[in-house]
């Protein structure tokens, strides 16, 4: 459904994305993930034929720069800034969208009803709470009823009630068979809510595919903060670490009654295991597995020493 070659976009002598290539299949989710000034929202107008860049984009099999049109026809696009007309009601703001859509008023009315803003309908947009000024520029988006969904930071300013609101939207979607692109810095939704992820920073793509792809590519490992019921002999260090590395560990710390250990995740078991061999006692135990966030912080290069 959509289609990036080498797109390229500079600013003056500033490149804000750098030779983008990759491609969303119909009825993915595909989260846009990136450090801020990463190039999420520029790639998103890029793709909306918003801006002019080099390369060749393609949105339903239409070309971006020479069908420009017939290629936004297909998609709804929520911007991270809102667009609304604060002096005028939630319906009027709907209508105006609506009638902008070429979206029949019987049409319209009907997609009204079956919304959930039909209780604010003649509340002023700009009295509205930040979730619903978000609810209404998402039930504007969808008047059309468009196959592809672009969401620039779509949950930034919802409270939680809000963003599980969110979720089931997208999911919803999803059903119906959309093709979704959200760029997003809450990173713990993202398993949730889509299929792939594409990694920017700085323009360039670090990283396409699935998440567990991401996680398994970057090579974490799982960590263990053991406490042992009581403190660990100084003469017993060297053999109990030569235990632990036989059983799997890659790196291990020891300090009072606590050992710290870094392993595969396959092999944390035979870990705790080889505590006990060692005729050690273990009084407690934390599991830490790798995650998205881990994954991200580390391919962006941000990733900081968490002990």
């Not at 929202?41 to 890029?46: M, P, R, V």
């Not at 609810?135 to 939680?160: G, V, Y």
């Not at 974490?220 to 009581?230: A, N, V």
């Not at 020891?254 to 870094?262: A, C, G, L, P, R």
């Amino acid at each position: 459904m959509i289609e990036l070659d080498g797109v390229t976009k500079k600013y003056g002598r500033m490149k804000v994305i750098r030779d983008l290539s990759f491609k969303v299949e119909k009825g993915e989710v595909v989260a846009l993930l990136g450090p801020n000034g990463a190039g999420k929202t520029t790639l998103l107008k890029c793709i909306l034929g918003l801006v002019r860049y080099r390369g060749q984009i393609s949105v339903d099999g239409f070309d971006v720069k020479r069908k420009g049109k017939e290629a936004r026809r297909r998609v709804a696009y929520v911007p991270q800034q809102f667009s609304l007309y604060n002096n005028l009601s939630v319906l009027d703001n709907m209508k105006f969208y609506a009638d902008i859509k070429g979206i029949g008023r019987e049409t319209f009315k009907n997609r009204f009803e079956k919304g959930e803003l039909e209780h604010y309908a003649k509340k002023r947009a700009g009295d509205l709470s930040e979730g619903l000024r978000q609810r209404l520029m998402l039930s504007i988006a969808l008047l059309a009823d468009s196959p592809i969904l672009l969401f620039d930071e779509p949950t930034s300013n919802l409270d939680i009630k809000s963003v599980l609101e969110f979720k089931e939207l997208i999911k919803s979607q999803v059903k119906k068979g959309k093709t979704i692109i959200l760029s997003t810095h809450l990173l713990s939704d993202v398993n949730e809510i889509a299929d792939k992820v594409v990694v920017i920073n700085k323009g360039k793509l670090l990283f396409k595919g699935y998440v567990d792809e991401l996680v398994k590519k970057m090579e974490l490992t799982t960590r263990i903060l053991i406490t042992l019921s009581k403190e660990l002999k100084p003469e017993s260090v060297d053999s109990l670490k030569g235990l632990l590395i036989k059983a799997g560990a890659k790196d291990v710390s020891t300090e009072d009654e606590f050992i710290t250990v870094s392993s595969d995740t396959a092999n944390k078991i035979s870990v705790l295991k080889a505590v006990e061999e060692a005729g050690l006692t273990i009084k407690d135990f934390r599991i830490f597995e790798s995650s998205l966030e881990d994954a991200f912080l580390k391919i962006t290069g941000d990733r900081e020493n968490r002990w």
